[in-house]
């Protein structure tokens, strides 16, 4: 317009146009500005009321908002535009994911329905094998911590001979290390001293008791 203006062969047609299309480009904007902020609002109010992602969405708003601040006002219309579109396409899409869960939850019942009586059967078994080898099992993990325990006491043993070896012939450890060595070693075969006596005896009750069961 400036430039325009200031041509000594002024034409007035042209200024009218290009005044005309000022007009134009400041009504686009000011539309495209408000159309954003209304389809921010719809955005937000359909993720709160539905509860759904709308993710598509935002992206659609914030690349018109791009648009808008470039001042590519069509660009940022025709945007926005799609904006109900893809919260419609959001909603339906959420809705056929709902069915289907639903249909396949619906199924799922039905062939637990369908198939109670197996599945009943099946619980009931399992059931009985834990009541009637509960008492084995616990004989069996004893009986594998007291083995657990007596492979510890022979490596207790190589180790007290390792540490014996290490300070008396080859030199290799102080003696207060040899002494902590070796009384933590002896600590550990007090426990265990102490403790397979108690597991063995634990043992031998539980058979009884398992063998009092059968012969019932």
Wanted: net charge neutral; charged share 25%.
């Amino acid at each position: 317009m400036t430039d325009e203006a200031n041509n000594y062969h002024i034409d007035y047609n042209k200024l009218v146009n290009n005044a005309a299309l000022i007009l134009q480009a400041k009504e686009d904007a000011f539309y495209a500005k408000d159309l954003l902020g209304i389809k921010e609002q719809e955005i937000a109010e359909f993720e709160q009321i539905s509860g759904f992602n709308a993710t598509p969405a935002w992206d659609i708003y914030n690349k018109a908002a791009t648009e808008l601040e470039n001042e590519r006002y069509s660009n940022a219309r025709d945007l926005l535009t799609q904006v109900t579109p893809t919260l419609d396409q959001i909603q339906v899409d959420a809705t056929r994911l709902t069915t289907k869960l639903l249909a396949q939850k619906n199924r799922f019942f039905e062939w637990i329905m369908n198939n109670l009586l197996s599945i009943l059967s099946a619980l009931l078994v399992i059931v009985l094998f834990v009541i009637v080898f509960y008492k084995q099992l616990q004989i069996i993990l004893l009986q594998k911590k007291i083995n657990g325990l007596l492979i510890e006491t022979e490596v207790l043993q190589q180790l007290m001979k390792k540490a014996q070896k290490e300070y008396y012939t080859d030199g290799k450890i102080t003696k207060s290390m040899y002494a902590m060595k070796t009384e933590m070693y002896k600590t550990r075969q007090e426990e265990i001293k102490s403790l397979l006596p108690v597991l063995k005896k634990e043992v031998e009750k539980r058979q009884q008791q398992r063998l009092e069961k059968i012969l019932k």
